[in-house]
């Protein structure tokens, strides 16, 4: 069993900048990445950022040296510093981690986990 708890969303101006946060608990043994997506309203879901655990990062071509993708081990969290907001980057922004569970038989199984999902809407 596994919970992704998002945060940090909100209602900002052009320019601005926002930090959202993913902290994961469960029956986790690993995490192998952890990754942010977004779904603006009529759109794909997209790839916003990804780090693999030995600190591979990848970026979309559209926030990249804007946004910052980073994690804190000791609390399974993720974070994404999003700086100089467009209005394009409004959308339901959504943590993916893709895990080692242990199972309740004591076995083990790889997974896909997602958050439940936080808005954010760039706007004057």
């Known amino acids: 069993q596994v919970q992704l708890v998002e945060s940090g969303g909100g209602l900002v101006q052009p320019g601005g900048s926002l930090r959202l946060s993913c902290a994961a608990s469960?029956?986790?043994?690993?995490?192998?990445?952890m990754n942010w997506y977004r779904q603006a309203p009529g759109k794909q879901r997209e790839l916003v950022a990804g780090?693999?655990?030995?600190?591979?990062?990848n970026y979309a071509d559209s926030v990249k040296d804007r946004f910052t993708i980073s994690t804190d081990h000791a609390k399974n969290t993720v974070y994404l510093q999003m700086n100089s907001l467009k209005p394009e980057d409004t959308a339901v922004y959504y943590c993916n981690v893709d895990v080692e569970l242990l199972l309740p038989n004591g076995g083990r199984a790889d997974s896909s986990r997602w958050g439940q999902g936080t808005q954010v809407t760039v706007s004057s």
């Open positions: 469960g029956n986790i043994l690993s995490i192998y990445a």
């Open positions: 780090v693999t655990s030995d600190g591979i990062t």
